[in-house]
């Protein structure tokens, strides 16, 4: 079982940046991949970036050369730099931790980009 805890977001105006953190309760090491994913108002939860066990990453089209996702396997813990944010980047950002048997997810932390 992994119990995850992010956090980092906040308000900023369009342009500026954000760093989001995700702390596990245990190793991460041997995670198949760990992801943040998004979810906006009246819209289903989508997959933002993701980084697997040997450190590829993947990314979703919006996002690409504006967020940088990493993993920093010593800490347990996940990070999403984010960069021009963007108002329709708006939404509560979840950490997700995806083993062969299960799914993980945090509770969440809220991002809302000003126009």
């Known amino acids: 079982q992994v119990h995850l805890v992010e956090s980092g977001g906040g308000s900023v105006q369009a342009g500026g940046s954000l760093r989001l953190s995700c702390t596990a309760s245990r190793s991460i090491f041997s995670i198949n991949a760990m992801g943040w994913y998004r979810q906006a108002p009246g819209k289903q939860r989508e997959l933002v970036a993701r980084?697997?066990?040997?450190?590829?990453?993947n990314y979703a089209d919006s996002v690409k050369g504006r967020f940088t996702i990493s993993r920093d396997n010593a800490q347990n813990i996940i990070f999403l730099q984010m960069s021009n944010l963007k108002p329709e980047d708006t939404g509560v950002y979840y950490c997700n931790a995806y083993l062969v048997t299960a799914d993980y997810w945090g509770q969440g932390t809220q991002v809302t980009v000003s126009s």
């Open positions: 980084v697997g066990r040997s450190g590829g990453t």
